[in-house]
């Protein structure tokens, strides 16, 4: 529809089903409570009078801070409808993390959560004076705090009521001038390169994504969806949230972020996004709690889980499953498949978009095992989603056909460069780096390496800056290799490194709940992650999990040496970004001599690492890290 | 907020005795409503038995223990909980076998009505035992959210780690809504991030539910932090009693918590 944006579709379906139909869906005291299309738009309605009443006007931006929570729909669309211009931070962001996202969006409003995020910005607000009025939603704990630039949300909504008794249809007025072009989203990039920069959606790019995302099953009034990811990420309100107004279904927040499992079980959405981080953890989930399950589940597991590999396989191919497979499925379904997709909550999924980060196939083809219409997406958030699987052209191991309305090319030097109408504004208040990814001709460079495959598929292989080539000029792809390993149940995270070496090698962060739970079960003891993570056996576990990927590696690009780390990678340490993908640059600065390491003949290597605790003392620790060498398995 | 004439809990020169053992020497002590009191002291000074006797589990040789101006010093214990006072324990006292549900529920006795008749009727979910049901169920629920227990609201208090049981610990004494809290050693065991935590909770009761608290408590940092006032014990005599800051520049405790001598 020409002239669509998103506060006039939000009007347009608030006025169709008023009070008559729940819009978002909420845990209190242990009881789902719902908000109707109409409260929904009594509280954003107002709470955008009441920041007008305070000065805010069209353009101008707003800072939220919070779980996934009604009121952060309240306030982002409030400023949405009045013109202005929402942004968020992540909710375990460090005081001086906010400070840098309030100050670079020049916020005169902070709406957040609770105590916690009350007290981070209190504690910078000498460094940001642009900033009138902190308002929080839950006031627990907040009674005696008595600093005149804190106020509470439904003061605000009060303000609102006020104010449009004096200024009535003034709101309605704003959200008719509205146009396809003006800004009405503005997130941060993960900052996986330097310092996180600010991107503006408009309502033409937002709607043209979500468009697309609610392709493979458009979305209708029954739908439900949980909303779980940081609402700061912002690929929610992209590809979510606007198919989700349109369809009238509802939105659904967890209690806590503590309680989500139960929470979207409760709920079993039917449409859901995700990212492979996730689903990896899903199935390394799976993997453990079947080996602790009873002998007739362990043996369910065995017998049909490779059935279900080879249905997907041969589904993912195209091809006709005869009526003995089919039968044999069937039963399957029955006692392994339909209990797993309930307990992961995916009963009445009718899609599962997966976007972020590219994804092991194994992982995908887990999914599609267990009867869950999956399918792959690619995009970066400046420009998403430019290519996905559609209907049922789908392969594991691509990112699917361009999307309708975009164009995906591969440029000279490999690298994907895209454009169509999901395109963004630009960089806020950076135009340098917006020219930098959008040349004169309006591509967006994205600056990962990929190619088109026969079928007209997308490839993505990694950051074209993090492609890696060995002494000898073989290329090999970190991320690639990085995935595969994830895939184990044991490992967490994974560094591989070898540009400009003679061999691929490995930093491996294991995973400690699983692994632990492994030493339990043979009885090996361990304290602490470092003791466990540096115990013969284990190194020797992970060397079997490494030995299986290097058979399906080409030669060049197989790991030879490897190292388990003596600690999880950290966002805290600035080693990962908030939405835990590696920052490469960080952590081999940091781990440099361990790299180092892995290229002598060295077995050991002694890491010392300084430590800052809370109330500011320092102190190393002093850690000796084993370094093990993988041999082929034939020789 | 202290309001210094109210005097919440008197306590008036106990003596307390284990055969040939003096627990407690002549200990007197007035808690005003609205504090947060700290009562600090050596291993063994007599903390706890203050607080046993309070609640009615010790009995004193002499003495007399007021609450609200009433004498309650030959009370049995369930008779001075329902008058409002509410305890946690040092080593956890809680049903390992229940919910934690269940376990809060347990504090909300009081407030049930339904007799053995109404009981099993409600057992089949009839009028009055079904809506007495959803009210303490309400009641319980705000105080899972103001305790941020809800991931373990439905499980075994025996499969919940530590530093939760303090947790489930101090609902189910909340779930009293008690008049004074007495606290015994809520920190005990906790690492750091868990004591801040715990402060905070302290905090929030004072602020939002319970305004009169008597905590026992090793950390000095956390009892420098949070109480209005201290009362030092040392070998079941208070040695002191005082604001934070004078207690911590005290001679007296100095003495007693790091022997003769200059500290």
Redesign the interface.
């Known amino acids: 529809m020409p002239g669509e944006t998103i506060s006039k579709l939000f009007k347009e379906t608030c006025e169709k089903y008023g009070d008559k139909k729940v819009a978002l869906r909420y845990k ?4 789902w409570q719902s908000y109707t299309w109409k409260d929904w738009w009594e509280q954003s309605k107002y709470f955008a009078l009441g920041l007008m009443s305070m000065g805010f006007k069209s353009g101008d931006r707003i800072t939220i801070i919070g779980d996934n929570e009604p009121e952060w729909y309240f306030a982002q669309f409030a400023a949405i409808c009045c013109g202005g211009i929402p942004t968020g931070a992540y909710q375990d962001s460090l005081p001086k993390e906010i400070q840098y996202v309030i100050t670079q969006s020049g916020s005169a409003f902070v709406v957040v959560e609770d105590q916690e995020q009350v007290d981070k910005v209190l504690d910078i607000k000498d460094e940001i004076p642009a900033v009138k009025k902190v308002i929080y939603w839950d006031p ?2 907040l ?2 705090y008595n600093d005149p630039i804190l106020m509470r949300f439904d003061e605000v909504v009060e303000l609102g009521r006020e104010y449009d008794r004096q200024h009535p249809g003034q709101f309605e007025q704003i959200i008719e001038k509205s146009d396809p072009e003006d800004a009405a989203m503005l997130t941060y990039s993960s900052g996986t390169t330097g310092l996180p920069k600010g991107i503006v959606h408009c309502s033409r790019s937002v709607l043209a994504a979500s468009r697309c995302w609610d392709l493979p099953a458009p979305t209708g009034e029954k739908d439900e969806f949980v909303s779980f990811f940081p609402l700061a990420y912002g690929a929610e309100f992209l590809y979510v949230i606007p198919a989700f107004i349109k369809g009238g279904a509802t939105v659904n927040f967890p ?2 972020m ?2 989500i499992q ?1 929470d979207v079980r409760e709920i079993g959405p039917t449409k859901s996004s995700s990212a492979p981080r996730l689903l990896e953890n899903e199935v390394s989930f799976v993997q453990v709690k079947i080996a602790d399950a009873s002998l007739f589940k362990r043996l369910a597991y065995r017998l049909f889980m490779p059935v279900g590999y080879r249905i997907a396989r041969m589904k993912l191919r195209n091809q006709k499953v005869n009526l003995f497979w089919r039968a044999i499925y069937a039963l399957g379904y029955l006692l392994l498949f339909r209990p797993l997709r309930d307990w992961l909550a995916y009963s009445g999924n009718r899609a599962l978009l997966i976007g972020g980060a590219s994804m092991a196939s194994e992982v995908f083809e887990f999914f599609v095992a267990l009867g869950i219409d999956a399918r792959m997406m690619y995009g970066m958030i400046e420009c998403t989603p430019t290519a996905m699987h559609m209907g049922d052209d789908i392969d594991p191991e691509t990112s699917g056909v361009p999307t309708p309305d975009s164009e995906l090319r591969i440029s000279d030097d490999g690298e994907i460069i895209s454009r169509g109408p999901q395109k963004m504004l630009g960089y806020f208040n950076n135009p340098e780096a917006t020219s930098k990814l959008i040349d004169e001709a309006g591509w967006v460079h994205t600056g990962d390496a990929g190619f088109i495959t026969e079928r007209g598929h997308l490839v993505c292989i990694d950051r074209l800056a993090d492609l890696g080539t060995l002494a000898d000029g073989a290329g090999f792809s970190p991320s690639y290799i990085e995935n595969k390993l994830k895939f184990s149940p044991y490992i967490r995270d994974a560094v591989i490194t070898g540009d400009d070496m003679d061999y691929v090698g490995a930093l491996v962060s294991v995973d400690f709940p699983n692994l632990g739970k492994w030493a339990e079960t043979r009885r090996i003891p361990y304290t602490t992650f470092v003791d466990l993570s540096q115990k013969l056996e284990v190194y020797e576990l992970i060397k079997k999990d490494i030995m299986g990927i290097n058979k399906r590696l080409p030669e060049k690009q197989r790991i030879r040496r490897f190292a388990l780390l003596h600690k999880e990678l950290d966002a805290d340490d600035a080693e990962l970004t908030r939405t835990r993908k590696l920052r490469r640059k960080e952590v081999s600065q940091r781990y440099h001599d361990m790299i180092e390491a892995l290229y002598s003949d060295k077995m050991e290597y002694t890491a010392e690492a300084k430590v800052t605790y ?1 109330d500011g003392r320092t102190a190393t620790i002093t850690t000796k890290v084993r370094i093990a060498t993988v041999e082929d398995e034939d020789k | 907020m202290v309001s210094e004439d109210k005097i919440k809990l008197k306590l008036d020169n106990l003596h307390l005795s284990f055969g040939g053992v003096r627990a407690l020497i002549d200990v007197g002590l007035e808690v005003k409503e609205g504090e947060i009191l700290s009562i600090i002291g050596p291993n063994g000074a007599g903390k706890t038995c203050i607080l046993n006797c309070i609640n009615g589990f010790y009995r004193t040789q002499s003495g007399d223990i007021y609450f609200e101006g009433r004498n309650i010093t030959r009370l049995p214990s369930h008779k001075v909980a329902k008058l409002g006072i509410a305890r946690t324990f040092q080593n956890i006292e809680l049903f390992t076998g229940l919910s934690v549900l269940d376990n809060l529920l347990a504090g909300r006795h009081f407030y049930m009505t339904g007799g053995l008749m109404g009981s099993v009727l409600g057992g089949v979910y009839f009028g009055k035992a079904h809506k007495e049901e959803i009210e303490q169920r309400r009641v319980i629920e705000e105080i899972i959210d103001f305790l941020e227990i809800e991931p373990i609201r439905k499980q075994i208090v025996g499969t919940v780690p530590y530093g939760l049981r303090k947790r489930v610990e101090l609902g189910r004494a909340l779930a009293l809504q008690p008049k004074v809290l007495l606290m015994d050693e809520p920190m005990a065991g906790m690492n750091l991030e868990e004591k801040e935590d715990m402060a905070r909770f302290i905090l929030d009761i004072y602020e939002e539910r319970v305004n009169t608290v008597i905590l026992i408590e090793h950390d000095m940092g956390v009892v420098m932090d949070i109480s209005h006032r201290v009362a030092v014990l040392d070998f079941g005599r208070k040695i002191a009693e005082g604001k934070p800051s004078e207690i911590k520049s005290s001679p007296d405790v100095i003495k007693a918590y790091l022997g003769t001598g200059k500290a």
Do not use: A, D, Q, S
């Open positions: 209190n005291l242990g009881i627990k704990g009674r005696f209690e806590e503590e309680t139960v809370r």
